[in-house]
């Protein structure tokens, strides 16, 4: 990446989140003059590398896709490329209807293509089965501009699949309500599949053969030493290109003004466009910047942009959020020597438990694993929309209840040498039915705002690839818009 001159302009952005610093990187490269404000003391924002009993972990999201390129990219880009690191196994099981049973193979996010493995993994009953069976014969599904995943996999399929296998494995990935997640947002593969052939399972077919011929290669990567320090290496990246970074430091207020020598704001959509911003930070500092990357979550935006934009700080108010915490716990590896095989397993809320699901790190992830052969580390985790009333314990009582459930599930009678708990409060965006054009409502108003332009997880999706993207695309228009100011600024000059 280029060092920084500022050609382009003086660009604010706003959080310091994978999105944010994933903006700030595509600005510099674009020749900006970057200043990244994050309100937290930390970057990184869902993304967290630590560690426990001196084993490297992550405390947030732990892996991202592997087959979408941009967050990889990104890693290389950064000089994480020789530290990416697929999974030592990713054979994962369900704890469900009173046992670990396999995870089925030749799904597409839950809903079956081939009945054969699901039927031997005991995951759906006799009548369950039967009535995956029937879906063929229903009449074509009719899906409309979006429907709700649960609901409509339901009425194909029977509410077993969703309860024991699409509810657990997307609620993995939104810590969401399956019956209330947008379909088009969230699958949106599985969505066109299921339009384009009339029956679900055969949707899943197809899609899961397509799965089945990709290049090989892992689904998903992690970073050796934790998916937390991709944010600190793009941080670093930011910084050795001249970017600005300050922690700490909430911003109270954004305010457009007019651009020195521009014509009035009520001029055309051009001038409109060269005006500037004012960002005001809660210690009183004034910044002035002639673009602005809005990069904060949803209550924040909606805040920002009350003022000069309230349609699009409404609909951003409207959006729910998720919580969830992280038992991460290590115990010696000589007390879990019969320690049940694989990379951990998922639960189904249906069954009743506490845990949502339980990660065998030290099995996952080589580089967890290797760091001190005499300690084995696992981690839960509890909560998600609408069920979080167990957040509101200590710490303590969400790692008695984290073994409780453990010794339940897979016999674990050890007792952890070290413990941590990592709360993600408000953590995760919902994706209702009708969330695309809640996003497109957001953008359109936003658009008439002079270069400002917003990114995040609570657009695009919430997975790391999905918000580095999200964040290039911001990037990318603002540095057009910018040079195209520029070019009007030097056509003025040479009538002049």
Partial sequence: MSGAKGRAGHVVVVGGGISG???AHRLLS??????VLEASGRLGGKLYAGEIAGVPVDLGAESMLARRPEAVDLARAVGLGDRLQPPATATASLWTRGGLRPMPKGHVMGVPGDPAPLAASGVVSAEGLARIAQEPELPPAELGQDVALGEFVAARLGREVVDRLVEPLLGGVYA???YRTSMRAS??????????????????????????????????????????????AVADAVRAAGGEIRTGEPVRELRPTAAPGSADSSDDQGERRAARWTVVTERGETLEADAVVLAAPAPVAARLLA?????????????????????TMAFRRADVAELAQGSGFLVPPVDGHTIKAATFSSRKWGWVGEADPDLFVLRTSIGRFEDEADLSRDDEDLVRLSLADLGQ?????????????SRWEGGLPQYP????????????????????RVCGA???????????????TAADELLELLAATQARGAGRGERE
Avoid: Q, W
């Fill in 21 to 23: 610093l994933a903006a």
């Fill in 30 to 35: 674009g020749g900006a003059r970057v200043t």
């Fill in 433 to 452: 039915v009708g969330h695309l054009d809640r996003v497109a409502r957001i953008r359109a108003e936003v658009a008439k705002l002079p270069a400002l």
């Fill in 307 to 327: 003022a000069d934009s309230p349609a699009a700080s409404t609909e951003l108010a409207t959006v729910d959020y998720a919580s969830m915490a992280l038992i």
């Fill in 187 to 232: 699958v949106p593969t599985l969505f066109e599949a299921a339009r384009t052939h009339g029956s679900l399972t055969e949707g899943a077919r197809a899609l899961a053969a397509r799965a089945a011929a990709a290049p090989a290669g892992p689904v998903f990567t992690g970073i050796d030493g934790g998916i937390g320090r991709l944010p600190l």
């Fill in 409 to 421: 599930a897979i016999g674990l009678a050890a007792r952890p040498v070290a413990t941590r708990v």
């Fill in 176 to 178: 969401g309500d399956v």
């Fill in 458 to 472: 609570v657009y695009d999706g919430v997975g790391i690839p999905a918000c580095v993207a999200s964040a290039r």
